[in-house]
């Protein structure tokens, strides 16, 4: 199951999630000579996914990868939306909940309806700290029955959570998410990817420079790829 794979790889990805959120603060793209002076290799700080094509957005996607029962995606959630208001009016971030198995589906199902309610970053918060604390539960009625409980408290008005969860339109929505996630090779998480062409590596030169530095440059490639 993709959940043990990440369990196995979980104590590296964990102390590069944490590199990364630390080093957030020296990560503002208003750096000066940052960019233009520190070089940036693919397949060291990032891979270029093979056939690629643009997301067909009018505006450069940042997208993350995330899954609600990884600690290491929890501990970057405030970095990411920190960034987020450092974003150009041309760039936006967009977080795509993963799909690898019957359990992280129901998750990320989880996050398209708190989306489709307008869910604020402080619900996100809770449902990270509720899933993480049943990640080991196999029993997903448990799962249904806490989240359940995480929306009513957070005042996000559901008639039939169960009916809404498997809605028409959610399941579109991880139908693309399986899709692109697909495409792009995304095995662990957190997973930061430029506009459905650029993956950014979990490694230790990454950590070194800090993955929004990376982020920013390849937004430039972009923005050069676009026009």
């Known amino acids: 199951m993709k959940n043990l794979h990440f369990l196995i790889i979980g104590a590296i990805a964990l102390l590069v999630a944490v590199a990364l959120y630390i080093k957030f603060s020296s990560d503002k793209p208003d750096s000066?000579?940052?960019?233009?002076?520190?070089?940036?290799?693919?397949?060291?700080?990032?891979?270029?996914?093979?056939?690629?094509?643009?997301?067909?957005?009018?505006?450069?996607?940042?997208?993350?990868?995330?899954?609600?029962?990884?600690?290491?995606?929890?501990?970057?959630?405030?970095?990411i939306?920190?960034?987020?208001?450092?974003?150009?009016?041309?760039?936006?971030?967009?977080?795509?909940?993963?799909?690898?198995?019957?359990?992280?589906?129901?998750?990320?199902?989880?996050?398209?309806?708190?989306?489709?309610?307008?869910?604020s970053e402080a619900f996100h918060a809770e449902l990270f700290k509720t899933?993480?604390?049943?990640?080991?539960?196999?029993?997903?009625?448990?799962?249904?029955?806490a989240a359940e409980k995480v929306f009513s408290a957070h005042g996000l008005e559901v008639s039939d959570f169960r009916t809404e969860l498997q809605s028409s339109d959610i399941q579109m929505k991880l139908d693309a998410s399986t899709k692109l996630m697909k495409a792009l090779a995304i095995s662990g998480t957190p997973?930061?990817?430029?506009?459905?062409?650029?993956?950014?590596?979990?490694?230790?030169?990454?950590?070194?420079?800090?993955v929004f530095k990376i982020v920013d440059n390849l937004i430039e490639m972009a923005r050069s790829a676009r026009k």
Request: a negative charge.
């Open 32 to 79: 000066g000579n940052t960019l233009a002076s520190t070089q940036f290799v693919e397949d060291v700080h990032y891979r270029t996914v093979a056939g690629a094509e643009f997301s067909n957005a009018s505006n450069i996607q940042v997208q993350e990868f995330f899954w609600y029962g990884c600690p290491h995606c929890e501990a970057f959630e405030p970095a």
């Open 81 to 119: 939306h920190q960034y987020r208001k450092t974003l150009s009016s041309d760039v936006e971030l967009v977080q795509i909940p993963v799909t690898w198995n019957e359990a992280t589906r129901l998750h990320a199902a989880m996050f398209y309806l708190a989306e489709s309610k307008h869910a």
């Open 131 to 145: 899933i993480i604390a049943l990640r080991k539960e196999g029993n997903l009625e448990t799962h249904v029955q």
């Open 191 to 210: 997973s930061v990817v430029v506009d459905s062409t650029w993956v950014v590596l979990n490694t230790a030169e990454v950590a070194e420079v800090g």
